[in-house]
């Protein structure tokens, strides 16, 4: 939705400040002549107004370029963090097959070196006093 704002608002500005551009062009409109926009003359304005409808115009394209801007950076680092994410999940799964892995081994050594002993009962305990 963003993206289509984006391009709209800089396509609106682009359009402006080119037909703007081209209506004006040759002898006919001079500066100090009748400004000509979508075929509409604009009469009364001086030099500095026109130009300060030029800075809106500009000011509403770098408006646009950067609204896309945002959007395409966004989705850049969405995708960025997507991989780094997969590519922890899956180090994070090797860690943890590692892991157990060495507890079973851990174990079996233990095992090995220290051998549970046999229960004594208490009934077959002859050294034991009274």
């Keep these: ?5 984006g391009i709209c608002i800089l396509g609106i500005a682009a359009l402006v400040g080119v037909l703007g551009v081209i209506s004006n062009g040759g002898s006919a409109h001079l500066l100090n ?4 926009l979508f075929g509409q003359h604009v009469t009364g304005l001086s030099t500095g107004q026109l130009f300060l409808f030029g800075i809106i115009v500009g000011l509403v394209a ?3 370029l950067s609204i896309l801007r945002g959007f ?6 969405s995708r ?3 991989k780094e994410l997969k590519k922890s999940q899956a180090e994070s799964l090797t860690l943890r097959a ?3 892995r060495v507890q079973k081994e851990l174990a079996s050594e233990r095992a090995k070196s220290h051998p549970i ?8 305990d002859h050294n034991s006093a009274p």
Excluded: H, N, Q, W
Aim: proline share 6%; glycine share 10%.
């Design 1 to 5: 939705m963003i993206l289509l704002i």
């Design 33 to 36: 002549g009748d400004f000509a």
């Design 62 to 64: 770098a408006l646009g």
């Design 72 to 77: 395409f950076a966004r989705g850049l680092a």
């Design 80 to 82: 960025d963090l997507k």
């Design 98 to 100: 590692d892991f157990e």
């Design 117 to 124: 002993p046999e229960a004594v009962s208490p009934s077959t």
